[in-house]
């Protein structure tokens, strides 16, 4: 079945770095395309980033654009989120997604420090 598994998450403070993994499993990892995702407390979880299977075309929330980079390696079925100049706004539970099965990850905490 559908795996999908965060990890990288963790506290930093406001202008620091993080980066995502999420390992993939399942699926035919190299032809589907994969998001980011992610939900505040008290808040709907909001789109952050997607990335096609090629990797060639990537989109992003405003609110991410310019700070936050996806990439993916087919070869290890892996996709990355890269987050930098970090803010306190981006405090949130990141999930995993791939939008054309529906299937979520567990998801992994960022908490940034003002």
């Known amino acids: 079945q559908v795996q999908l598994v965060e990890s990288g998450g963790g506290l930093v403070q406001a202008g620091g770095s993080l980066r995502l993994s999420c390992a993939a499993s399942?699926?035919?990892?190299?032809?589907?395309?994969m998001s980011w995702y992610r939900q505040a407390p008290g808040k709907e979880r909001e789109f952050v980033a997607t990335?096609?299977?090629?990797?060639?075309?990537?989109n992003y929330a405003d609110s991410v654009k310019g700070r936050f980079t996806i990439s993916r390696d087919n070869a290890r079925n892996m996709v990355y989120l890269q987050m930098n100049s970090l803010k306190p706004e981006d405090t949130a539970v990141y999930y995993c997604?791939?939008?054309?099965?529906?299937?979520w990850g567990q998801g992994t905490q960022v908490t940034v420090s003002s």
């Open positions: 997604h791939v939008p054309s099965l529906g299937s």
């Open positions: 399942g699926f035919t990892f190299s032809t589907t395309a």
């Open positions: 990335i096609i299977r090629l990797g060639g075309i990537r």
